[in-house]
Structures are given as structure tokens and as C-alpha cells.
């Protein structure tokens, strides 16, 4: 099966050597071909360049893209979209000037979100996080990962773990399951959350990966909730059953997850609002993407994490929706990218890789996605009629997205 996408305005995020992950000044670049041609083999990119260069050449299927431009798929990779129910009446609190972790000390928060999640049925959940995950790929996401974590109890985050496996079986999407077992203390375990780790480390982990239900291991690694210590233990009994960290770390305080991250060479730490010189010292030179959640701060109204910092260090940064009921009830990647420009003053270039290579490398898939390259996965979607690329983060709130091709085949 041949196809050809001709007449592309401009081809966006190419690149002629595949790199794992774009870092510091590196990210301000992006490669782009304008009046270009892509050509999908059964699935994979095979070619691309300016029309010019096309020749004489037969194929299955042909699409005119003319007026628009061709994106690589976003890849987020960090949602929680799993979930039953919403909680508009906590975002009502927090406007009223209650603080986020002071909803979650009186029960409200994640535990809402659990009490729920255990009620429901496998089915109901997984109805629900399908069409978010529809919704998600019309807004131009073609990878997720998605974690457990409103589970609480062994049986109810395997039973999140298999409604993930089950999207991964339903949907053409690329989707990564994480293990996130300790992300808030039920009630009966407070003032002895030791225990609850210990239910994580002898239950939870082991089950999940004799099941084969998760590809990472996540720690909500931060003050309030996890420790270093517990999350130490949590990442060493991940790491003895083949799971790798990415863990949630500084999104409260400094809290030594991020140095905790590198420590354990976890594919990634996510949030960071609360990151100074001594966590990026952390992060360079380390393997672990350094990943920000700018719905999650917008949402809570946070502080926001030291991007351009950690770019001028050197340090790669990834971006992603964190798509859940109280933090973040978005997984519009391209409200991401606006965010991304406006909050954290970052370049439409910066952004772009920031949500496409670099988030790919945070959920271990950049060898097959994220940019592209020939040899990768055909995800790619085609937008509307639009004038440049900066177009995508600035004109914020629409859908700019017209059509979506995974593994080649529109969706
Ligand atoms: O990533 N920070 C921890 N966990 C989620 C919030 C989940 C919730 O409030 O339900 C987050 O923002
Ligand atoms: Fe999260």
C-alpha cells in the first residue's frame, strides 16, 4: 500500500538523522520542507521532500493537502484519562481559594476520584476513556500513556490497568500503561503510609507485571504525599520486575523526586514547578526527561516550572496534557502548545518538539514516533488551511486539525 500526500504547504518537524530526544538551544531549531510531498509505505514513512523531486511515480492513494501543513502526531505522555466522573464542585473550592492539597487532606481530590473509580465497572471505564481518547486523537494525539492511580486498592488498579490494555487492543493509537499505585494515601493508611507502600511493593507491583498490565512505574513523589524513601523503594521493587520510573516530583515543594528521578534513571519526572539550580544540575548529563504539565498549572494556578532555565542548562524538556478529573480535564494537545508559548514564553519551535519528540522519548516510543523521519511510524495528521506553523500555538482554542493518519491510515 502506497500513499502520497502531495502539495503539503509545509511539512513540519523533519528530520533527515532520527534523534531520541532534541536538548537546550537544539530545541529552538525544527526542521520543515515547504511545498512537500511525504510518501507512506504499508504504514511507514518512506520518503519526503520538496514536490520538485517527485518524478514519475504510482501510487494506491493519493491526498492533495494544498493550504495545509503535516504534523508529525502529538505524543503525550502523561495523562491520567482513566477515570469515572468529573469534579467540577472542587473547582468551584479552589476558586473559592482553597488550596489543592488542602482538598485533598479532607478526602476530596484523588480519593474522590478512587471512591468512584471502584464503584465503576471495567466497562463503564472503558467506554468513557475511549471516547476521550477519540476526542483526544481529533485534536491531533496519535500516543498516550495513560497511568492507574484512582485505584487504591489492589483490585481496582488492576482493574484500570486492563481497561488500558483494552484501549490499547481497541484503538490505533499508541498507548503506554503505567503503573501508578502510590498516588495519594487512602484514609485508613494515614499516619501509617508505610504500610500502604508495602501493599504497592508486595501486591500491586508484582501482580501487575506477572499480568503483563504495565510498561512504567509511577510515584506521586512530593510533599503531602510520597516520600523519598517510600519512593525509593517503590522505583527499586519497579525496577526488580522490569518497570522503569516516571514519577511525579516537585509540583508541591522541593522535594528531592527530581534528584530521586535521576537517582533511578527514570524515563522521566513530570511537573516540576519546583525546580531550582540544584535539580538541574540533577538533570543534565541524566537520561530522564525532564517533562511539564501546563494544564495542571494552569488549572491550580501554580507557579510555573523554569523552563527557559532549564533550556539555557542544556536540559531537553517535553511537554504534556496530564489530562485529569482535577488537575487538568483537558488532553487538547494543542492547547498545550499555546500554553507552552504564552506561559512559559517558549519559541512555536521549542513547543513543538516539546509535545512531538521530546514527549515521545518520555514514553519510550521516540525510535518510532515523534518526528518525520523516514523508517518511522506514519502519525501525522494534516490541518486545516493555515498561513505558518506558529499558527498552531496561536490560535488558540480552535481545532486547527483537519485529518489524522496513524500507521498510515486515516482515523
Ligand atoms: O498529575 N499530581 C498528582 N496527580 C494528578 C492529579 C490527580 C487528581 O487531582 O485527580 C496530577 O496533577
Ligand atoms: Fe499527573
Redesign the pocket.
Known amino acids: 500500500m502506497r500513499l502520497l500526500i502531495k502539495n503539503i504547504k509545509e511539512l513540519v518537524q523533519v528530520e533527515e538523522q532520527a534523534r531520541l530526544r532534541v536538548c537546550g538551544k537544539d530545541m529552538a531549531s525544527l526542521g520543515t520542507v515547504k511545498d512537500a510531498y511525504l510518501i507512506v509505505e504499508d504504514g511507514v514513512i518512506a520518503d519526503f521532500g520538496p514536490m520538485d523531486n517527485l518524478g514519475e511515480q504510482t501510487f494506491d492513494q493519493e491526498v492533495d493537502a494544498r493550504g495545509r501543513m503535516v504534523f508529525p502526531t502529538f505524543c503525550d505522555s502523561h495523562t ?1 484519562m482513566v477515570y469515572a466522573g468529573s469534579r467540577e464542585i472542587e473547582y468551584i473550592d479552589k476558586i473559592r481559594g482553597l488550596s489543592y492539597d488542602e482538598i485533598a487532606k479532607r478526602g476530596g ?2 480519593l474522590n ?1 478512587a471512591k468512584r473509580v471502584q464503584e465503576a465497572t471495567e466497562d463503564q471505564l472503558f467506554e468513557d476513556a475511549y471516547q476521550r481518547l477519540e476526542m483526544m486523537k481529533d485534536f491531533g494525539t496519535g500516543a498516550v500513556e495513560i497511568k492507574s492511580g484512582y485505584g487504591m486498592t489492589t483490585e481496582a488498579e488492576l482493574k484500570m490497568l486492563r481497561v488500558v490494555q483494552r484501549l490499547k487492543e481497541a484503538s490505533p493509537m499508541t498507548i503506554k500503561a503505567t503503573l501508578l499505585g502510590a ?1 495519594g494515601i487512602p484514609m485508613e493508611y494515614r499516619g501509617c503510609q508505610e504500610k500502604f507502600v508495602d501493599l504497592v511493593i508486595d501486591e500491586m507491583i508484582p501482580q501487575a507485571a506477572a499480568e503483563g498490565l504495565a510498561d512504567y512505574i509511577d510515584v ?1 513523589c512530593d510533599e503531602g504525599f510520597f516520600t523519598v524513601e517510600d519512593t525509593e523503594r517503590m522505583l527499586e521493587a519497579g525496577a526488580r520486575h522490569g518497570l522503569r520510573g516516571k514519577i ?1 516530583a516537585n ?1 508541591m515543594a522541593c522535594s528531592g523526586g527530581i534528584q530521586t528521578a535521576v537517582k533511578y534513571n527514570a524515563l522521566s519526572c513530570d ?1 516540576l514547578e519546583y525546580t531550582g539550580e540544584a535539580e538541574i544540575a540533577a538533570l543534565l548529563g541524566s537520561e530522564t526527561m525532564p517533562t511539564v ?1 501546563p494544564g ?1 498549572a494552569f488549572f491550580l494556578n501554580m507557579r510555573h516550572a523554569p523552563v527557559r532555565q532549564m533550556m539555557d542548562a542544556g536540559l531537553p524538556v517535553a511537554m504534556a496534557s ?1 489530562y ?5 480535564p483537558s488532553g487538547n494537545m494543542q492547547l498545550i502548545l499555546s500554553m507552552a508559548c504564552v506561559n512559559y514564553r517558549m519559541l512555536p519551535e521549542e513547543a513543538i518538539n516539546a509535545t512531538t519528540l521530546n514527549t515521545a522519548y518520555a514514553m519510550g516510543v521516540s525510535d518510532k514516533l515523534g518526528s518525520i523521519c523516514r523508517g518511522k511510524q506514519a502519525n501525522f495528521f494534516i490541518t486545516k488551511p493555515i498561513p505558518t506553523y506558529e499558527y498552531m500555538p496561536y490560535a488558540y482554542g480552535e481545532n486547527k486539525v483537519e485529518q489524522v493518519f496513524l500507521k498510515g491510515k486515516q482515523v
Not at 485529569?324 to 487538568?328: A, E, I, Q, R, V
Request: charged share 10%; net charge negative; no cysteine.
Open positions: 491520567h481530590g484523588i476520584s498516588h506521586f511525579h509540583e511537573h504539565l495542571a496530564d485529569n478529573p482535577g488537575s487538568s
